[in-house]
């Protein structure tokens, strides 16, 4: 199992043989891996999910952005412009 966290939040590439799935709920994730209530693995599982929702959220400084971005939001809105038509 692997968590990525995205700008939606957590997403989680679950594989077992043959198979491998991404998902974005917690709850599809555990109801997908089959661990009945109770079970060591679950309760482990569950602790995981829940440290990865007390993790703190990135913070964008937003003078950083414009100076290391190449995004829209690093771009001067009243630079020099021309309509070319």
Same mark, same amino acid.
């Given at each position: 199992?692997?968590? /990525?966290?995205?700008?939606? %939040? ?5 594989? #077992? ?8 709920? #917690?709850?599809?994730? &555990? #109801?997908?891996? %089959?661990?009945?209530?109770?079970? $060591?693995? #679950?309760? +482990? ?7 990865? +929702?007390? +993790?703190? /959220? &990135? /913070?964008?400084? $937003?003078?950083?952005?414009?100076? /290391?971005?190449? %995004? $829209?939001? +690093?771009?001067?809105?009243?630079? $020099?412009?021309?309509? &070319?038509?």
């Amino acid at each position: 199992m692997e968590a /990525q966290r995205g700008h939606d %939040g957590w997403g989680f590439y679950v594989w #077992r043989p043959n198979v491998s799935v991404f998902f974005l709920d #917690r709850k599809e994730l &555990i #109801r997908w891996t %089959g661990y009945s209530k109770g079970l $060591p693995t #679950r309760v +482990a599982l569950e602790e995981w999910l829940d440290s990865l +929702a007390e +993790a703190p /959220q &990135i /913070q964008k400084d $937003p003078t950083l952005l414009k100076e /290391q971005s190449w %995004g $829209p939001e +690093a771009h001067d809105d009243d630079g $020099p412009t021309k309509m &070319i038509t």
